[in-house]
């Protein structure tokens, strides 16, 4: 069983640049759920991708978008960086969008650093 | 939406003694607590949950437990290890929700 991995695992851009993030989710999970982690805060949600459509957003812009493919791994787009968009962008997997006990338990990746100039 | 509050954000204990981690939340249809272990560039790693139709759960040195009349959880690691030493996340979810509402994280540092 392999888990979730994501790339790349450190990237420097500047303000006004594109970014884009990837994931692989954990073997048999269908549903990809995207985190963003500012140094010192908890993660917060962004989106959720589950049969290749977006299933929820958090409160964030619509220049932070995404893709799920067949194969269940996903991407995530951020255009027009901004400077506060430096954090560590996690990818969580899990085997179902929701349910009785909410998203239930999340597998995440080791994340992506995203630093903003 | 469901606001998760944690204290203390750092935490400092000697080997061998207790920690205790506590969070609130605001949403009274949340029922389910899972708490996240995150080391130094690490993934958060899930420790231990608890659905709120129990009021305490264990698993080996980790408790948590839910008042849900006051709506808040803890986290009890009793024998304190080195190895503990890390960020821990408390977080909330509902029935129906597809994301998970996290604290803001506590540091905690086990003291050789």
């Known amino acids: 069983e392999t888990g979730v991995t994501q790339s790349p695992t450190h990237l420097i851009k500047t303000r006004g640049q594109q970014v884009t993030l990837r994931c692989s989710s954990q073997s048999g999970h269908n549903t990809v759920s995207w985190y963003q982690q500012a140094l010192g805060q908890g993660p917060q949600f962004i989106f959720q991708y589950y049969r290749e459509e977006e299933n929820g957003r958090g409160n964030f812009p619509p220049r932070f978008s995404g893709l799920q493919f067949p194969n269940y791994s996903s991407e995530l787009n951020v255009n027009a960086l901004e400077l506060d968009d430096s954090a560590l962008y996690l990818c969580?997997?899990?085997?179902?969008?929701?349910?009785?006990?909410?998203?239930?338990?999340?597998?995440f990746g080791e994340g992506s650093r995203l630093t903003v100039l | 939406g469901e606001n998760v509050e944690q204290h203390p954000s750092t935490l400092s204990v000697q080997e061998g003694d207790s920690a205790v981690i506590k969070c609130t939340y605001s949403d009274s249809a949340s029922n389910y607590f899972p708490w996240y272990k995150q080391e130094l560039g690490k993934r958060p790693q899930l420790i231990i949950d608890i659905r709120s139709n129990v009021g305490e759960k264990k698993d080996q040195r980790i408790a948590v437990t839910l008042n849900k009349t006051a709506k808040h959880f803890s986290l009890h690691i009793t024998e304190t290890q080195p190895e503990d030493s890390a960020v821990y996340f408390c977080?909330?979810?509902?029935?129906?929700?597809?994301?998970?509402?996290f604290g803001t994280g506590t540091r905690l540092t086990v003291i050789p």
């Open positions: 977080a909330a979810s509902y029935a129906g929700a597809n994301n998970l509402f």
């Open positions: 969580a997997s899990s085997s179902r969008p929701s349910g009785a006990s909410g998203t239930g338990e999340l597998f």
